[in-house]
């Protein structure tokens, strides 16, 4: 069995407190730009995927890598790492006038990168499916547009990454995916996929059943 963990955003003591409770965890992405915390974590045991409010210039032992089939707790599953971040322009602009970087271009994979993953995705065809984001028809449902607007976008949740993850789904329908990203605790069966979003530092456990 694994616990999965959605979104930290720098509350690493919180995060600690629910890791030390659990044999094996993943997190969902979104951790916070600094990882020292997971110094005092076992790499086999303890995983983590970035989202889009991670810090890329930054390498760790528990950090997953872009995509992959991954064993951990006794169970199979694969992760793809990654998403859009709406609140890009302000990041920006906090770092021209802090001189402090806390945006990343690296948050979304390559238009290359994305194509690997596709094709091994297909070649894998899970079970299970993490991801920090969801794939774009997905999006759609749990997304909140208001939030869109907010950050003066448009009304639309589609991201490169979520175009991504919905060309994997169209591919395949894996029996699992579940994603942080939209800070909600939301959870569908759709088309025979069981889908479950995580809020901040809710959990999952999730067996081979």
């Known amino acids: ?3 999965l963990i959605g979104d930290v955003h720098g509350k690493y003591k919180d995060y600690f407190d629910i890791v030390q409770q659990h044999p094996y965890t993943l997190q969902l992405g979104d951790f916070g730009f600094n990882y020292d915390i997971l110094d005092k974590l076992d790499t086999n045991k303890h995983r983590v ?7 890329y210039d930054v390498s ?13 707790g006794g169970l199979d599953l694969y992760y793809v790492r990654g998403g859009h971040s709406l609140d890009k322009k302000s990041r920006l602009l906090y770092q021209a006038y802090n001189n402090k970087k806390i945006w990343w271009e690296e948050e979304e994979l390559t238009y290359s990168q994305s194509l690997k993953a596709l094709k091994d995705y297909e070649k894998n065809k899970p079970k299970i499916v993490v ?5 774009a028809s997905i999006s759609e ?6 939030i869109l607007l907010s950050f003066g976008l448009h009304q639309d949740w589609c991201s490169n990454t979520q175009r991504l993850l919905q060309a994997m789904l169209d591919i395949h329908k894996p029996d699992l995916w579940v994603f942080g990203h939209f800070h909600r605790d939301w959870s569908a069966i759709i088309d025979g996929v069981q889908y ?9 456990k999730v067996n081979n059943n």
């Open 1 to 3: 069995m694994i616990t």
């Open 49 to 55: 995927l970035r989202g889009n409010h991670d810090n």
């Open 60 to 72: 760790h032992p528990n950090l997953l890598d872009d995509f992959g089939q991954l064993t951990i």
């Open 131 to 135: 991801t920090h984001t969801c794939p």
């Open 141 to 146: 449902i749990v997304g909140n547009t208001n």
């Open 196 to 204: 479950q979003c995580l809020d901040e530092l809710s959990i999952l």
